[in-house]
């Protein structure tokens, strides 16, 4: 099996602390402190750069990383099919996904997973689009929710076309009533999260002529129906975000359909284990389910 300092490694990567690292794994910081060193002397070179509120990557850490998280994945899968063998359910499943998954499908999936699985355990990585793809690609996580396109390296899936619709303070309406135009636009400012911006949400801003600076970041969904509510201006969000956020509003579409496509993004090594096999037959039994003829992914046998 492998080294163990290989895991001492991936989990200060991920507590950025060798204290938390240590508690984490139920050894003493100093066995961190000591391992990372001897890792260190073997390979040649520093992997952190230590500083008073933790660790981070050297950057010769960071080109390790991937290659010490590929050989803890094969190890895990190694059990995992071993275990399978033995007629035993275990193993884990590391899915990352951005907040309006993690909301309205992650709760339902992983909860009809457990009832048939119990002894896989299931942890969640919640974070943006970028970061779940990056995640996924080093190998942190092993099933990703991001949106297209991302890294050609990672095993891909379109899942839905998310609807994108602008939100409105509840006393404005269109002049035709039904969906907004450039004119409706006007001069209104419009309110979103910064990590939306330069993506799907750009291409509509775009074409309504919506400027930079006619832009205004909230720190999340929920936030900017609240602003919107408040005549701070028009939102724009998906139809996923939509469905749990509460707020006097009005919603509309565009005069043109725009809409982000959701997918699945998953490490090619780990798409082999058995336990990620059984959760990604889960996740496109319950998409295929719920939007029927409208999801895009893998339709169960």
């Known amino acids: ?56 990557l ?12 590929h050989i803890l994945n094969s190890e895990a899968q190694l059990q995992q099919v071993a275990d399978q063998i033995r007629g035993l359910n275990s193993g884990t499943i590391r899915l990352g996904a951005f907040s309006s998954v993690c909301i309205n499908w992650l709760p339902t999936i992983i909860q009809h997973f457990k009832k048939k699985y119990p002894g896989v355990e299931v942890t969640i990585t919640q974070g943006d689009f970028s970061e779940i793809a990056e995640m996924t690609r080093i190998g942190s996580v092993d099933i ?23 939100v409105t303070p509840a006393d404005f309406i269109p002049k035709n009533k039904t969906y907004v135009t450039t004119e409706d636009i006007g001069d209104y400012h419009f309110i979103l999260q910064q990590v939306d911006y330069d993506r799907d949400t750009k291409k509509t801003l775009d074409q309504y002529n919506v400027k930079p600076n006619a832009i205004t970041y909230s720190i999340d969904d929920q936030s900017i129906l609240s602003m ?29 359909q725009y809409y982000r496509t959701i997918c699945l993004s998953i490490n090619k090594t780990q798409a082999q284990a058995p336990s990620t096999k059984l959760m990604l037959k889960e996740i496109h039994h ?16």
Do not use: W
């Open 144 to 166: 990703g929710f991001a949106t297209l396109p991302v890294d050609p390296q990672l095993q891909t899936e379109a899942l839905i076309d998310d609807p994108i619709y602008c």
């Open 1 to 56: 099996m492998a080294n163990f300092a290989y895991e001492i490694f991936s989990q200060v990567v991920t507590t950025k602390n060798f204290g938390q690292a240590a508690k984490y794994l139920n050894v003493t910081p100093s066995a961190v402190s000591h391992a990372i060193s001897q890792l260190e002397r073997e390979l040649g070179f520093p992997l952190f750069i230590r500083n008073r509120t933790g660790v981070e």
């Open 286 to 301: 319950y998409l295929a389910n719920r939007y029927e003829e409208n999801y895009l992914g893998t339709k169960p046998k």
């Open 228 to 256: 919107v509510e408040s005549g701070l201006g028009f939102g724009i969000l998906p139809q996923l975000a939509l469905q749990k956020l509460t707020g006097n509003v009005n919603i509309y579409p565009f005069s043109h």
């Open 58 to 69: 050297t950057p010769d850490g960071q080109q390790v990383l991937p290659v010490i998280q």
